[in-house]
Each structure stands twice: as C-alpha cells, then as structure tokens.
Nanobody
C-alpha cells in the first residue's frame, strides 16, 4: 500500500521560511494532480496549492506570492516552499496525490508547521 511521507515542518519565527517535502513509499503511476492542504483545530482542511501533471499551479489567495509548489516527476515528489511565514500559517500541512488509471486519492499523515510572532 502506498504511503505519502511528509517532512520539513517545524517551528519558525514570523518572516521565516520552511520547505515541505512529500514523497510516496512506492512509485505512483498516472498522477493527475499533487497538492498541499492545511488544517487547524476545529476547522476544515483548506487547499493551499496544487500542481497538475502539466505543471500548472494554483494557490489560495492567502499564500499567493509567498508559497511555491513544485514537483520532481522522477521521484513522484512534491514540495512546498513557504516564505515570509505568518502566524496564521500555523497548521498541520497535508500532502495529497490524485492519480488516474486506476483512480486513487492518497493522503499523507501531515506535518506540523508553527509560526511564532
């Protein structure tokens, strides 16, 4: 069974940077989209950024200009470079991979990002 493993979370001061990484335990074929979500206690999971198999990216308004999503197709890996972090970015960040043929929706277990003011 495929597992997504995230890394790179931690504690950082406001204005700082972190880079999240996510890679699967096994190769995933026919990836359609890779994404990062985040969630805070008592709230629904929020879409942060997506990148398609064609390389098109999309961002939540709250992170535009500060976060960059990228991928390494050879490794099936996806990254999230987070700059100019704010306390409101504090959340558990989850990696998500959507594949076709067959249809699969994979989730990581999450990595905590804490931004202190």
């Amino acid at each position: 069974q495929v597992q997504l493993v995230e890394s790179g979370g931690g504690l950082v001061q406001a204005g700082g940077s972190l880079r999240l990484s996510c890679a699967p335990s096994k190769i995933i074929f026919s990836i359609n989209r890779m994404a990062w979500y985040r969630q805070t206690p008592g709230n629904e999971r929020e879409l942060v950024a997506t990148i398609t198999s064609g390389g098109d990216t999309n961002y939540a308004d709250s992170v535009k200009g500060r976060f960059t999503i990228s991928r390494d197709s050879a490794k099936n890996a996806v990254y999230l470079q987070m700059n100019t972090l704010k306390p409101e970015d504090t959340a558990v960040y989850f990696c998500n991979v959507v594949a076709t043929s067959p249809n699969r929706n994979y989730w990581g277990r999450g990595t905590q990002v804490t931004v202190s003011s």
